[in-house]
């Protein structure tokens, strides 16, 4: 079932030109997390304020639940709408007790607020820290308490902005795989916001990905990675390399060498071949293999970039083994593990 269903969904703002988001269609099922990721700019908290209530598009219409929220002129008010929020600042209340602080959200009719708040609290892992202030806790701590006033009043679907994005890189590995693992055990639906690929990549069952205001792809993780719709997306999640070939009878002339392949045959002379920077190997021997100069290095601990050029300077992108040592100016060969072909037009 569906939890969340936008459909046409466009707006733009007064002062503006261009449209903030622009025929948004998508749906968010029951116990989903739906990441949604673009650049800064590409619509992501406007479409969270629209789901929320804090804005009304100019056209489409928002589902929750199976309840229309929005159509036309119809609007449900944003504090009827039963959605919880999480802000890339957690905006706790300073001078209330955590304890207090997740008590706020949850409603009279909801019974006993303590019980709940306490029992939300140990979900996410505090129930030792009821009566500490927000200041007294960590980043990834506070974050949590954020997370559990959202999900106290047990919100139809949680919207996280950016919610990851105040803790440093190291922490931040800890608590997105936290947040996963509380928002999963609660059975609750999200959308979550972010401008980085690997929190969205690691956290999300699907990923819907924005540029400029328009959905680009919305699939899982595994499937925008391996067979994205458009460059736009292919660059998105980390760099493909584009070789530009002539297709013959039995392979793919380029200008690193021939690629025999089968899958020539149903191409008519100029293509290209694209491919993720790990599915290049190193080969001891130009036997049926590709050659390249070595132009630059760039060392990351687990892994190195190896820029290879061919004779014109056109480059690759290899991914090696941190241990292998490239000379400069050197010959590697390599042959391309797999790769998509495309018609250049
Ligand atoms: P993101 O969250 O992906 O960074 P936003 O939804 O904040 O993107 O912004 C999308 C576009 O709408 C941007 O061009 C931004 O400048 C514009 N925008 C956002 N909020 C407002 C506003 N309140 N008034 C006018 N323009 C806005
Ligand atoms: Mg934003």
Do not use: W
């Given at each position: 079932?569906?939890?969340?269903?936008?459909?046409?969904?466009?707006?733009?703002?007064?002062?503006?030109?261009?449209?903030?988001?622009?025929?948004?269609?998508?749906?968010?099922?029951?116990?989903?997390?739906?990441?949604?990721?673009?650049?800064?700019?590409?619509?992501?908290?406007?479409?969270?304020?629209?789901?929320?209530?804090l804005?009304h598009?100019?056209?489409?219409?928002?589902?929750?639940?199976?309840?229309?929220?929005?159509q036309?002129?119809?609007?449900?008010?944003?504090?009827?709408?039963?959605?919880?929020?999480?802000?890339?600042?957690?905006?706790?209340?300073?001078h209330?007790?955590?304890?207090?602080n997740?008590k706020?959200?949850?409603?009279?009719?909801?019974?006993n607020?303590?019980d709940?708040?306490?029992?939300?609290?140990?979900?996410?892992?505090?129930?030792?820290?009821?009566?500490?202030?927000?200041?007294?806790?960590?980043?990834?701590?506070q974050?949590r308490v954020?997370?559990?006033?959202?999900?106290?009043?047990?919100?139809t679907i949680l919207?996280?902005?950016?919610?990851?994005?105040?803790?440093?890189?190291?922490?931040?590995?800890?608590?997105?795989?936290?947040?996963?693992?509380?928002?999963?055990?609660?059975?609750?639906?999200?959308?979550?916001?972010?401008?980085d690929?690997?929190?969205?990549?690691s956290?999300?069952?699907?990923?819907?990905i924005?540029?400029?205001?328009?959905?680009?792809?919305?699939?899982?993780?595994?499937?925008?990675?391996?067979?994205?719709v458009?460059?736009?997306?292919?660059?998105?999640?980390?760099?493909r390399?584009?070789?530009?070939?002539?297709?013959?009878?039995d392979?793919f002339?380029?200008?690193?060498?021939?690629?025999?392949?089968?899958r020539?045959?149903n191409?008519?002379?100029?293509?290209k071949?694209?491919?993720?920077?790990?599915?290049?190997?190193?080969k001891?021997?130009?036997?049926?293999?590709?050659?390249?100069?070595?132009?630059?290095?760039?060392?990351?601990?687990d892994?190195?970039?190896?820029?290879?050029?061919?004779?014109?300077g056109?480059?690759?992108?290899?991914?090696?083994s941190?241990?292998?040592?490239?000379?400069?100016?050197?010959r590697?060969?390599?042959?391309?593990?797999?790769?998509?072909?495309?018609?250049?037009?």
């Amino acid at each position: 079932m569906n939890i969340l269903r936008l459909q046409g969904i466009d707006k733009k703002y007064a002062s503006s030109e261009d449209y903030a988001v622009k025929d948004i269609s998508l749906e968010v099922k029951q116990g989903e997390i739906l990441a949604l990721v673009g650049e800064s700019g590409s619509g992501k908290t406007t479409l969270l304020r629209l789901i929320s209530g804090l804005e009304h598009p100019d056209a489409g219409s928002i589902m929750l639940s199976g309840q229309t929220m929005v159509q036309g002129n119809k609007s449900v008010p944003a504090n009827e709408r039963n959605v919880g929020m999480v802000f890339q600042d957690y905006a706790l209340f300073p001078h209330l007790n955590i304890l207090d602080n997740v008590k706020f959200g949850i409603r009279d009719s909801q019974g006993n607020a303590q019980d709940i708040a306490k029992e939300t609290l140990k979900l996410v892992g505090l129930n030792e820290k009821y009566t500490k202030y927000p200041h007294q806790l960590s980043g990834g701590q506070q974050q949590r308490v954020a997370l559990a006033r959202a999900i106290a009043p047990n919100p139809t679907i949680l919207l996280l902005d950016e919610p990851f994005s105040n803790l440093d890189v190291v922490l931040k590995d800890q608590v997105r795989e936290e947040i996963r693992q509380i928002i999963k055990k609660s059975g609750i639906t999200a959308l979550f916001v972010t401008h980085d690929t690997r929190d969205a990549l690691s956290t999300a069952d699907r990923v819907a990905i924005l540029h400029k205001g328009y959905l680009q792809q919305l699939d899982s993780p595994k499937r925008l990675y391996e067979n994205p719709v458009n460059p736009y997306v292919a660059n998105f999640f980390g760099r493909r390399n584009q070789v530009l070939a002539t297709a013959t009878d039995d392979g793919f002339y380029t200008s690193f060498g021939f690629i025999a392949d089968e899958r020539s045959r149903n191409f008519q002379n100029k293509v290209k071949i694209l491919f993720r920077p790990e599915e290049i190997k190193i080969k001891k021997s130009l036997r049926q293999a590709l050659i390249g100069t070595v132009r630059q290095c760039a060392y990351f601990g687990d892994h190195q970039m190896v820029r290879l050029a061919d004779e014109s300077g056109k480059c690759v992108y290899v991914r090696a083994s941190p241990t292998r040592h490239f000379i400069k100016g050197s010959r590697v060969f390599f042959t391309i593990r797999s790769f998509k072909v495309e018609d250049a037009f």
